[in-house]
């Protein structure tokens, strides 16, 4: 069941960065940051970057956030169904509990780790695993567009 499951894994993971490769034009995997979202030159994000110390975390865009995220609908809903993974609809700036029983609330920092290592703090009832890390295909910027583009799903709930 262990070798099935990571077989799995492999396989979505191997089939996101097809997809992001595909629609993008395969920026997100080259490390082309947006002149936006990004200083020219910006280095990849990467799994063992803090999410504190990444300084693109809070200057995300909203709509190419939207266009990258259409990659992530597979298993996260906009609309608050639930799916392998949590919906991202009016989750920023709440609490969730997480598996190991304690609470975070979701900000910019703790969903820049989510997007970079998804197994640091899973969301409970969710499978952990589920989602690979994506560190090594996103840069800076696409995980400052996506985290702008889930805030801006809490906004248009008020």
Not at 107 to 128: H, M, Q, R, T, W
Request: proline share 8%.
């Amino acid at each position: 069941m262990v070798r099935r499951a990571s077989i799995l894994m492999v396989v979505v993971g191997l089939v996101v960065a097809a997809l992001i490769a595909g629609p993008l034009g395969g920026s997100a995997l080259q490390g082309d940051a947006s002149p936006e979202g990004s200083p020219e030159g910006s280095p990849a994000a990467s799994p063992a970057a803090s999410p504190a110390a990444s300084p693109v975390a809070l200057m995300g865009d909203v709509e190419a956030g939207k266009a990258l995220a259409a990659q992530c609908l597979a298993c996260h809903s906009t609309d608050g169904r639930q799916m392998v993974g949590p919906t991202w609809l009016g989750i920023y700036g709440h609490e969730v509990e997480l598996e190991d029983g304690s609470v975070v609330v979701v900000d910019e920092d703790y969903l820049v780790e989510s997007i970079l290592d998804p197994n640091a703090k899973v969301v409970k009832g969710f499978p952990a695993g589920a989602m690979p890390p994506y560190g090594a295909i996103l840069t800076d910027a696409d995980v400052a567009n996506l985290v702008a583009f889930i805030r801006s799903l809490s906004e248009d709930e008020s």
